[in-house]
């Protein structure tokens, strides 16, 4: 939709902003129950065929809606949905987007996706990030591949929105199998059938039949020893049906029309809402949930036709003001940016011009500027723009400085991936503030010159610096930098730099980027590393000029600070000492090193130094100029980084909080997602490293110290919850203090990758293997198999790549933690949750079995430590789990803990006929909180024991630990009530 067709349109200029798009970042929820969403289909994704494809997303949307409100009690509905289509698509558009694009949707379509998915990385009872929609998902009216569409989004929803997990198992997966067998309890009658039922919650039994894939009749006679065959399904008597729950179970049976509630929950079917959420049933954990602790009391929630909008992306540059908003500059720089500002959206061709004012710093502790006009077109309101930015000067005190809104403007144009770029014009008149919750200039040049934006700044006198702060930055990403203050200058310096942003929005493009970053990371040195080269490999072949930036975050005392190695032939550069963005009075150094030479191929690069006795703490950015900016991608330009955390809100944490997955006392998880083309990366010797900065509201240990996480995609559990999915996972301890709130945390997330020679070799049939898919086709309308990498027959489709590259991410807020007082004094928290503990027998002992886990972690200031002791129970009654655990039997001699990560096992000598539940939990220090009990599992002991177990192991289960000693138990210790039964199998897995 262009100028004149929005006008023609609408008839009259009066109302002309209703072409402009409304501010919207992504979901937003009122207290009456509301939701206000964005679905976005990707750019590179064609227009569908189908000419229906856009009135079948709106009424699967809306069906959506419908079944959210009824589902919930009617405390829940969707009020309207902004759709952001690609520019290509030839559709009319009722508006241009704001601040909505493809990155902050909360349903994201994409021919690249091939099943649909809820991106949620967390444990239990958190808001994910997104939901991921195959193309093909809208094709039918009603009623597609997956089932009725409105009910097969609403799973998504739920575990999108309210936290929570699938009550079904999956075909072939060992630990959450589609069939289980329902041993009875204590208290149930002789009569009872101990048999194989399919997997799933309901308020009464679901009616059906088990049927194959190739249409035959699956035996699932109770005398049987084994589960059915992996191809066996249960195909539900959809005319008979008297069951209504559980929609996470079988959402395509028309009679299911709610969730599990503590009534009706079936706490020992092996689901991931079991595993994951303790037990809990879904009302349990919606009901603690952010949505509904935002409800006002006794809301009112109507059903209504949801209110749609087809936006699109403008293409031109996206332009920030930011503005000192502690000094004020003299007032003719002022009135002549602001007439400077008023020409520009003066002219008609700037009417789809988006651009917001800013000042700096922030009056909020997590962020470093605030928005006094959100990004919006000016064009349509010009004198408000222009009065906001006038407005914006005088006395503020803030927590961060120009440097950290400079960086941050930068990670939200990145995370917008605006193929025009984006101009930020600052206006800087005085010193910084709050020094010790600055970034490094290092980091805001690689942010900024990495992608095609222009920094323009005017900056006044700051009497604490050498040299203007701005100069470079401006300078090196192709805009201008001028002083201000000295009076005779000032209105033409001004004109200038408004001339040039106006040629560039003429433009309609800010030329691409010739620079890469090729290494970021946060370096540790201590008495036993001293010295230790650290490696950079710079993947590029057209390099003109390499920079070498490492600033000492915690000491000044660095001596032998070199480049160590470097290509053959070449004059290695030597470091430097400058100034901390022109500071004088700043005590931690900065150094760098620069080599302009031409290199036609990749180079490997080493650097150290050392540091005396003492631990030091360095960051190392190393950034590259290409002989011009690529015309095409890159390695490395189209993989994707998304960094989150585990706290409800992205900027709040707090540890006093208890709910469904947030214990009192726990460690703090971060998580980045990896993805190339949609799909996750996992490929090996790919790292992924968080890099943690604490800042103190007194400034005492500002920025020092940080902490260097490892993230791992290996689905142990502490805290990565599924394997090679590209979710990469750790976990940190925030600093104690008594009061508990003293400061913030800024999290970046560095990944590189450097394949192996035989690498690319390999990848080609690992893909084949990744992707590999059954040939026969379900009776069902929807399958149930897992659409995550690592479980399930359907296998994973995950990129292998096998290109190097290096690739960093911030996240886009700073986090406030509050509660960390839990720690003081011990600095400990509770132990990892234990969630692969499993049972198998030996077989070269008779009535002997093996327990396994890995072991868990506890978190201290200092990093991750091993528990203090294991504890491991049984039982013969599940519902004991849930009561004293202490009041249950208890192994003795279980080994002692080793450290973090390795796979621990402990042999027990149980006699043929017994049946029990074990659980077992970590105990970390002794005033630690009590630790969370593991999954668990139940064996009927056997002998001789069954060849064949009820599970098939994962072929693809790796360890990279090694397993500790086993010692041996005999149980029981008491003696069990029940009476030998007759042989049956064991099923592993949880309950």
């Known amino acids: ?62 069906d959506l809606s419908d079944f959210i409100h009824e589902s919930t009690g009617g405390n829940f509905s969707i009020r309207s949905a902004d759709i952001v289509l690609p520019d290509h698509w030839q559709i009319d558009a009722d508006a241009f987007a704001t601040t909505q694009h493809y990155h902050n949707a909360d349903i994201r379509i994409y021919h690249e996706y091939q099943t649909p998915e809820t991106i949620n990385p967390t444990l239990c009872g958190y808001p994910g990030r997104y939901i991921e929609l195959p193309y093909n998902f809208f094709d039918e009216e009603e009623r597609g591949p997956y089932g009725p569409t409105g009910k097969a989004l609403l799973t998504l929803w739920a575990r999108y929105r309210w936290g929570v997990h699938e009550e079904h198992g999956y075909p072939d997966d060992p630990v959450f199998p589609y069939f289980w067998k329902a041993y009875r309890l204590p208290e149930e009658s002789e009569i009872v059938p101990e048999d194989y039922r399919v997997t799933n919650c309901a308020n009464t039994e679901v009616k059906g039949k088990f049927e194959t894939l190739d249409g035959e009749v699956c035996n699932t006679n109770e005398d049987e020893l084994y589960p059915p065959p992996a191809d066996c399904r249960f195909i539900p008597d959809e005319e008979n049906q008297t069951a209504t729950t559980s929609l996470m179970s079988f959402h395509f049976i028309k009679s299911l029309t709610n969730f599990c509630d503590v009534d009706t929950h079936n706490k020992r079917a092996p689901t991931r809402q079991n595993l994951y959420c303790r037990h809990l049933s879904i009302w349990e954990v919606m009901r603690e949930s952010m949505d509904f602790k935002a409800l006002k009391e006794n809301n009112q929630n109507t059903k209504r036709p949801i209110n749609y909008r087809i936006l699109k992306q403008v293409s031109t540059p996206l332009l920030y003001i930011l503005s000192d908003g502690v000094f004020t500059p003299p007032e003719p720089v002022i009135n002549g940016v602001a007439a400077g500002l008023d020409s520009i959206f003066n002219e008609t061709r700037n009417w789809n011009v988006l651009a917001s004012t800013n000042i700096f710093p922030s ?66 008149f005085g010193e910084p503030q709050d020094v010790f919750f600055n970034a490094y200039e290092s980091e805001v040049l690689g942010t900024i010159l990495e992608q095609n934006i222009r920094v323009f700044s005017l900056e006044g006198p700051d009497y604490h610096t050498i040299e203007p702060a701005l100069k470079p930055i401006s300078e090196l990403s192709g805009g201008l930098h001028f002083l201000i203050g000295n009076g005779e200058d000032d209105e033409t310096n001004v004109a200038t ?134 015309s095409s991608p890159i390695p490395g330009d189209d993989i994707e980084i998304t960094v989150t955390t585990s706290s409800e809100e992205d900027f709040i944490a707090d540890l006093n909080v208890e709910s ?39 400034a005492s240990v500002g920025g020092l110290y940080p902490k260097i996480v490892p993230l791992l995609d290996d689905g142990a559990g502490n805290p990565d919850l599924t394997a090679n999915d590209g979710i990469y996972s750790g976990s940190i301890l925030p600093i104690s203090y008594p009061g508990g709130e003293r400061g913030v945390y800024q999290i970046t997330v560095s990944a590189s990758h450097r394949p192996q020679q035989e690498e690319g070799k390999r990848a080609a049939a690992v893909m084949l293997k990744t992707q590999g898919n059954s040939t026969k086709t379900s009776p069902l309308p929807v399958d149930q198999v897992s659409i995550r990498c690592g479980s399930g027959y359907q296998g994973c489709f995950s990129e292998r790549v096998t290109e190097p590259f290096m690739k960093y991410a911030d996240l886009k807020r700073r986090i406030e933690f509050r509660g960390t007082d839990t720690f003081f004094f011990e600095l400990k928290a509770a132990a990892s949750r234990i969630l692969d503990f499993k049972v198998e027998p030996l077989d070269n002992a008779s009535d002997t079995y093996r327990f396994s886990w890995t072991e ?106 090694t397993t500790s000693q086993s010692t041996t138990s005999m149980l029981p210790t008491k003696e069990p009530t029940s009476t030998t039964v007759p042989s049956m199998s064991t099923t592993n897995g949880h309950y």
């Open 1 to 62: 939709m262009n100028f004149n067709q929005c006008f023609r349109n609408l008839g009259l200029i009066a109302i002309a902003l209703s072409c402009v798009g409304r501010t919207l970042d992504a979901i937003s929820l009122d207290e009456e129950g509301y939701y206000d969403i964005v679905i976005a289909v990707n750019e590179k994704t064609a227009q569908n065929a189908n000419e229906k494809y856009l009135e079948n997303l709106k009424k699967g949307v809306q």
């Open 363 to 428: 009056e909020k502790r997590t962020d470093s500027y605030d928005a006094l006009y959100p990004l919006n077109f000016p064009w349509f309101e010009r004198e408000k723009f222009v009065e906001s930015f006038k407005n914006g000067f005088g006395q503020r005190d803030g927590f961060r400085t120009f440097a950290a809104a400079i960086q941050d403007i930068g990670t939200e144009v990145k995370e917008r991936r605006h193929k025009a770029g984006a101009i930020i014009l600052v206006l800087k």
């Open 497 to 630: 730099v408004i001339s040039e942003i106006d040629e560039i929005l003429k433009a309609d493009a800010v030329p691409p980027s010739r620079y890469r970053v090729v290494h970021k990371d946060s370096i540790r040195y201590n008495s036993s590393t001293n010295g230790i080269p650290y490696p950079i490999f710079v993947p590029y072949s057209n390099v003109k000029k390499l920079t070498f930036f490492i600033d000492m975050l915690n000491t000044g005392y660095v001596y032998n600070l070199k480049i160590a190695k470097g290509p053959e032939n070449v004059n290695l550069p030597a470091f430097s000492q400058t100034y901390y963005w022109g500071e004088i009075e700043y005590t931690v150094p900065r150094y760098f090193a620069e080599i302009e030479q031409s290199f036609s191929e990749p180079t490997e690069w080493e650097y150290s130094y050392e540091c005396g006795s003492t631990e030091c703490y360095s960051m190392m950015v190393a950034i590259v100029e290409l002989d011009e900016a690529p």
């Open 660 to 698: 469904a997955t947030s214990l009192k006392g726990t460690e703090f998880a971060i998580y980045a997602r990896l993805e190339k083309n949609g799909h996750p990366i996992n490929s090996p010797n790919l790292t992924v490293t968080a890099h943690v900065s604490f800042f103190s509201d007194d």
């Open 856 to 961: 868990p972690k506890i978190m201290t200031a200092f990093g991750a430590g091993r528990a203090r002791i294991y504890e491991i129970y049984y039982t013969e009654d599940f519902n004991k789990i849930f009561s004293t655990v202490t009041d249950m039997n208890r192994f003795v001699g279980v080994p002692t803990p080793v450290a973090p990560g390795r796979v621990m096992t402990y042999d027990a000598h149980i006699d043929a006929g017994f049946k029990f539940y074990f659980v077992m939990r970590a105990m970390a220090h002794e005033n630690a909180p009590t630790p969370v009990l593991s999954n668990v599992i139940f064996l009927h002991a056997q002998n001789p024991y069954p060849s064949t177990t009820t599970t098939t192991p994962n072929p693809d289960a790796t360890s990279s630990t």
